[in-house]
């Protein structure tokens, strides 16, 4: 089965996404994780998407639809999530769209619930790895050995969007935007709700159970 998988910043959409895939055998599209790598490699989509990101802002609509459209096209036959899109609902239209022309379907659309307070402390607390993108947090999932991946050997670092002044501009953005799509995808009898603010492993299964 095919699934959105959507939620606020922090919600654990990436730590989630990396289960299905290991586990799964799913696919991963991240637009978060699909900019960062064209910013890190210096592409003309990355210089065109590194200023919103930076002020916690969305990337314009047509970039990020282009780009999704672009990676759909490509896809094998796996089951695919798409973590971080739609996140506004000219973007949910578009995927509505694109998805109808390949003969593709979206079976569930599953919200991860989290209060805003636990939001605030995986944001501020989160690290990543700048090889191969790892997802850490100081307290709740540490690195064995400081500031080193435990997946590379690569260099662990924050996030340029997981400073305090950015990340209340990610979450504003977020309930304007694409807490709202809630009411779209329960109008497509797609939605459904897992409390995101579980223990990892809990959050897993939960999700496992809806999509099967
Ligand atoms: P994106 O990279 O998608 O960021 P986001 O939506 O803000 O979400 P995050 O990646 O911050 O959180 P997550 O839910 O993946 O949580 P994670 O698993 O890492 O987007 C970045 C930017 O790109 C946007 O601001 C925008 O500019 C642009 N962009 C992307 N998509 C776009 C689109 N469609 N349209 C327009 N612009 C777009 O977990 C967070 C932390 O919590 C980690 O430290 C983790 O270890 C910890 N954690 C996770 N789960 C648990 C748990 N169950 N218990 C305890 N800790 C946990
Ligand atoms: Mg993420
Ligand atoms: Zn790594």
Same mark, same amino acid.
């Given at each position: ?31 978060? #994780? ?6 890190? *490699?210096?592409?003309?989509? =990355? ?6 990101? &930076? ?5 314009? &609509? ?7 459209? $672009? ?11 798409? #973590? ?5 609902? @000219?973007? @949910? ?15 569930? @659309?599953? %919200?991860? $619930?989290?209060?805003? $307070? ?14 191969? =993108? ?25 996030? *340029?969007?997981? +400073? ?24 497509? *009898? ?6 995101? @603010? ?5 959050? %897993?299964? *939960?999700? +496992?159970?809806?999509?099967?």
């Amino acid at each position: 089965m095919n699934i959105v998988l959507f939620g606020a910043p922090g919600a654990g959409k990436g730590t989630q996404s990396t289960l299905l895939v290991e586990r799964l055998g799913m696919v991963q599209i991240s637009t978060g #994780d699909l900019f960062r790598a064209a910013i890190k *490699n210096k592409t003309e989509l =990355g210089q065109k998407a590194q200023s919103f990101m &930076d002020k916690g802002e969305l990337v314009p &609509d047509s970039i990020v639809i282009g780009m999704v459209d $672009e990676v759909l096209a490509k896809l094998e036959n796996k089951s695919f999530i798409l #973590d971080g899109f739609p996140r506004t609902s @000219a973007q @949910a239209e578009a995927l509505g769209k694109i998805l109808s022309q390949r003969a593709l379907e979206i079976g569930k @659309a599953v %919200f991860l $619930e989290v209060p805003r $307070e636990e939001l605030l402390g995986r944001l501020t607390g989160r690290r990543v790895c700048k090889s191969c =993108g790892a997802v850490y947090h100081v307290q709740s999932k540490p690195t064995k050995v400081a500031g080193v991946c435990d997946v590379c050997g690569g260099e662990v670092i924050q996030r *340029n969007d997981d +400073k305090e002044d950015v990340i209340a501009t990610r979450l504003k953005t977020y309930e304007e935007n694409t807490l709202p799509l809630r009411t779209y995808f329960k109008e497509l *009898n797609k939605y459904v709700e897992v409390n995101g @603010a579980q223990d990892t492993e809990t959050v %897993f299964s *939960n999700i +496992k159970r809806v999509i099967s």
